[in-house]
């Protein structure tokens, strides 16, 4: 299982970025996958999270901004993030795992074994 994040960078507060999890060795649709994000000096906090069925699970700051999907023709999960603060400024992760998982656990991070590098989110 690899997972390679991209999409990061810098952008004003209120805007939108668009970060992507290319996936290889399985495929999304028989995972749970989720957004997990570390600030500076900060624990990881699971930002939201998508189950094999497509079910969407998300963190109280991220619930009417941020939107998790994946393609399964190209393989790839997203997350559509808007109305930036610069409280989400972080690293951002993507990390899978096989199901099941319960839905009260998908936010934590410790439950997934596979991660990308990370990808750089600042909002400034």
């Known amino acids: 299982v690899q997972l390679v994040e991209s999409g990061g960078g810098l952008v004003q507060p209120g805007g939108s970025l668009r970060l992507s999890c290319a996936g290889s060795?399985?495929?999304?649709?028989?995972?749970?996958v989720a957004w997990v994000r570390q600030a500076p000096g900060k624990e990881r906090e699971g930002v939201a999270a998508?189950?094999?069925?497509?079910?969407?699970t998300y963190a109280d700051s991220a619930k009417g901004r941020f939107t998790i999907s994946r393609d399964s023709t190209k393989n790839t999960l997203y997350l559509q993030m808007g109305s930036l603060k610069p409280e989400d400024t972080a690293m951002y992760y993507c990390?899978?795992?096989?199901?099941?998982?319960?839905?009260?656990?998908?936010?934590?991070?410790?439950?997934?074994?596979?991660w990308g590098q990370g990808t750089q989110v600042t909002v400034s």
């Open positions: 990390a899978a795992d096989e199901p099941p998982i319960p839905q009260s656990y998908l936010l934590y991070e410790h439950i997934y074994r596979f």
């Open positions: 060795g399985f495929t999304f649709r028989t995972y749970n």
């Open positions: 998508i189950e094999d069925d497509g079910s969407t």
